[in-house]
């Protein structure tokens, strides 16, 4: 029974460790669409 548990908790960690990855690459993809529409509007501005 314990050895089940010590594996539940492990896989656990395991999985949140992986998702936090992932949330952060999302974050991070989110971040460089924001600069680039950034940059996008700030070229038209310029170009008027």
């Known amino acids: 029974m314990k050895k089940l548990l010590l594996l ?3 896989a ?6 992986s ?4 949330v952060r690459g999302v974050g ?7 600069r ?3 940059a996008g ?4 501005e310029h170009s008027r």
């Not at 656990?12 to 460790?17: H, K, Q, R, T, Y």
């Not at 991070?28 to 669409?33: M, T």
């Open 12 to 17: 656990a960690l395991v999985g949140g460790l």
């Open 28 to 34: 991070q993809d989110v971040s460089a669409v924001g």
């Open 41 to 44: 509007a700030e070229g038209v």
């Open 8 to 10: 539940a908790i492990g």
């Open 36 to 38: 680039d529409i950034s």
């Open 19 to 22: 998702a936090c990855n992932t």
